[in-house]
């Protein structure tokens, strides 16, 4: 099995599952969360199997399917042949117009090792930040996205946030300086003018 991740009963299971969020190096990086049910054959032996409920983060239903299966092939030891999907679902965030804090806990596998680790990010939405942590692990750690899994995704609040990249932003007095102000020309024809009489000042 995998260390770290378990499956905790009927219906339930706590594994996350991430997936190749773009087909080329060209493409926008855009994740989907998906809830896949799926269960072993029925036969008669076995008239009623275990559900297994999975939380799958895919740019699209198909690689959801095959992640789901790929998990369930590893701690389970059902194979796609010997099962069947019940049910696929998209889940979109309830408040995507506001800015939340998300912990993950994620096993990646690198050329030296499986290595856990603990990553926070900002964001409006809880596959705008499983984005940002894919992006990070490529950029950071070179971690490919087959070799990346997620244990836990958690919404925390203030208080609970450790990194110090997080906490910058929780600040009442948090202000963003204007790098430049550029100068809005007049709508009107007639107060246009090729050249002016002093220089214009944009910082």
Request: glycine share 4%; hydrophobic share 40%.
């Amino acid at each position: 099995g995998i260390p770290g991740i378990h499956f905790d009963g009927l219906d339930i299971s706590s594994i996350f599952a991430l997936s190749p969020p773009f087909r080329n190096s060209r493409d926008v990086v855009t994740m989907r969360q998906f809830i896949v049910c799926g269960r072993k054959v029925p036969t008669t032996v076995e008239e009623n199997p275990q559900i297994f409920r999975m939380r799958v983060f895919a740019n699209d239903e198909v690689v959801a399917k095959s992640r789901f299966w790929y998990f369930m092939n590893k701690m389970q030891k059902v194979k796609k042949t010997r099962g069947e999907i019940l049910e696929v679902s998209e889940v979109a965030d309830r408040k995507p117009t506001f800015v939340k804090n998300y912990g993950m806990w994620i096993r990646y596998q690198s050329r030296s090792g499986v290595h856990n680790m603990y990553k926070e990010f900002r964001d409006t939405t809880v596959t705008g930040a499983v984005s940002k942590m894919y992006c990070a692990m490529a950029g950071q750690h070179r971690a490919r996205y087959e070799c990346i899994q997620i244990i836990k995704v958690a919404e925390l609040a203030a208080a609970d946030c450790k990194r110090p990249s997080t906490t910058l932003f929780h600040s009442d007095k948090v202000a963003f300086p204007h790098p430049a102000r550029y100068l809005v020309r007049t709508t009107s024809k007639q107060h246009r003018t090729t050249f002016a009489a002093k220089r214009p000042a944009v910082f």
